[in-house]
């Protein structure tokens, strides 16, 4: 595959290259470092994101220009980065069906090999890391900007080395990263220590809402549409927060709930050892992880829990 990916490296000039909505520090991280990959080739490259750049990653350098729109042009390849369907990288994507040359590049369990080229490792901690591989295959001498978007990469995907898919790849890789100049405590510091006030008001009436089913094993807390306003949040500052739930004793299904419209909720699980939240999530059309998935369902709070519990039993 990677050999395949030289070629059409080779043979264009210029690349289109997205992730999934709701982006995530791999999500940014792959894109950028891939943006400076092509741009240290001589090649040219677009970068579109459905969503802006969460604060927490706006320090990563990246293009100066993201497109918010995906063009109608066709494009020599496209990239699509750790993003397990080509629609979840936002409303237009059938515009980039006109590019012949999809290349997805992934780590995603539910991946559904929708490229014409698929790079599925589903055993890399993080869409970063199997990028690293890449381009040390293409022979790239890699700059500070490229280091410091493979680590944040790595280190948001593994919880900074806490979850179950860190593995001495992903530690060996940033040990590198580091010798690139990359400076751990700041990029923890932008990352996990540079929050709005309001992400906090917002977490106590989350917190608030908090219940176990199931002797304690499943966590349950959701966030309406009033909380958001009242607390003047947005979704974006609940991230990390299904983590949280996930390190009550006994804990072993974290489920988060956010209200994105009327009738519907946006469902974060995660979970500890061998329970497949990825499973449950399908179930609604979703995806993701072993211990880490999502999906939307629609209801009311009280229908969308039924759901999720009946789907859990199962
Ligand atoms: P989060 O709960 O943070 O949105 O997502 C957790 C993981 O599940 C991420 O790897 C994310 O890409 C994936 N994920 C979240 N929602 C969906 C979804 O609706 N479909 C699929 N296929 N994956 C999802
Ligand atoms: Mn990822």
Request: aromatic share 10%.
């Amino acid at each position: 595959m990677f050999a395949k990916i030289r070629k059409i490296i080779d043979n264009g000039q210029d690349f289109f290259i997205s992730t999934h909505i709701d982006p995530d520090g791999d999500a940014i991280g792959s894109v950028f470092s891939m943006y400076w990959a092509l741009r240290s080739l001589g090649k040219n490259a677009t970068v579109y994101l459905k969503d802006q750049v969460p604060y927490r990653y706006e320090f990563l350098p990246g293009p100066d220009l993201i497109s918010h729109a995906i063009p109608e042009r066709v494009y020599d390849a496209a990239f699509v980065l750790d993003c397990g369907e080509l629609a979840r990288i936002g409303e237009g994507y059938e515009n980039l069906k006109r590019t012949e040359t999809i290349i997805s590049i992934d780590h995603h369990n539910t991946n559904e090999g929708f490229g014409r080229i698929n790079v599925l490792d589903t055993g890399a901690s993080s869409t970063g890391e199997i990028l690293y591989r890449l381009y040390k295959y293409l022979g790239i001498s890699l700059s500070y900007e490229m280091a410091v978007n493979i680590y944040t990469a790595i280190v948001t995907d593994t919880g900074f080395f806490r979850y179950e898919n860190t593995g001495p790849k992903a530690l060996l890789i940033c040990e590198k990263m580091m010798r690139l100049g990359v400076k751990p405590a700041q990029v923890s510091g932008m990352v996990n220590g540079n929050h709005p006030k309001e992400r906090f008001l917002l977490l106590g009436r989350i917190f608030s809402t908090l219940r176990t089913f199931d002797d304690g094993r499943v966590a349950m807390a959701y966030v309406t549409g009033e909380m958001f306003e009242d607390t003047h949040s947005t979704r974006e500052y609940t991230d990390g927060f299904a983590e949280i739930l996930r390190e009550i004793r006994g804990v072993e299904v974290a489920i988060l709930l956010r209200q994105v419209g009327d009738r519907q909720y946006k469902i974060s699980m995660r979970s500890k050892g061998t329970v497949d939240v990825a499973e449950v999530c399908g179930i609604f059309g979703g995806g993701g992880h072993k211990n880490a998935a999502g999906c939307h369902i629609d209801g009311d709070i009280t229908e969308v829990e039924t759901k999720i519990l009946e789907a859990m039993k199962r």
